[in-house]
């Protein structure tokens, strides 16, 4: 089985890319951004012992997650994501193994906003795929899709150094394949076919591309 990440900076349109290969494709499509935020729920320890090795609560009074404290504390303090991230990431290997061993298809996709960053996540998979587009039509549809005020998405996507050091053009080694999202949806959709004849052995379509 061939592990495909499909990641790229705020507003690149690497979702929208995933769910071309779902939908027209049928490659399977693994979402760890959104899997992340339900393991902390989901799995039996995590939670807890990302309380303990922080030394606080993240619980409500009815003992249900509450997110923002979390993510309050990892993002102004790098030591605390490097815990936090020492706890989860085992965790979401682990879910991704057990999800892919239900999928009989030559091909998947793992879509991370950050995985590329993360030197502990390499092994999850084989080929990379970046998803990029000029910082202003990012910034545009980021505030369009999440309703947030420019200044916040910008913030944001300052966070996201690598992926932003790749748009203005950086060359990273691990990337196998570039694709520049800068049109409307059918064009996308062009040049995904033309990523899946480069990097998956020119799989063919096998739903309706319209």
Known sequence: MSVVLIT???GSGKSEVCRILEDDY??????????VKELYVSHPRLLTDIETS????LRDADGRFVPQPLADRIFTCEDELNIVEALVFPALADDFETWKSVHDSSDVVIES??????????DMYDKV????????VRLARACARDGSTRDTVM?????QILMNRISDGHIDDRI???LKNTSDKASLKLK?????GRILDNKKVIRNNN
Not at 54 to 57: A, E, T
Not at 113 to 122: G, P, Y
């Open 54 to 57: 922080l030394g606080v609560s």
């Open 8 to 10: 790229g900076g705020i």
């Open 155 to 159: 913030q944001r996507m300052r966070s």
């Open 192 to 196: 995904v076919a033309e990523m899946i």
């Open 113 to 122: 906003a950050t995985a590329l960053e993360k030197e502990s996540l390499a």
């Open 129 to 136: 795929v970046v998803v990029d587009a000029p910082f202003d």
């Open 26 to 35: 049928g490659i399977p499509c693994y979402n760890a951004d959104s899997k």
């Open 176 to 178: 196998d394949y570039l």
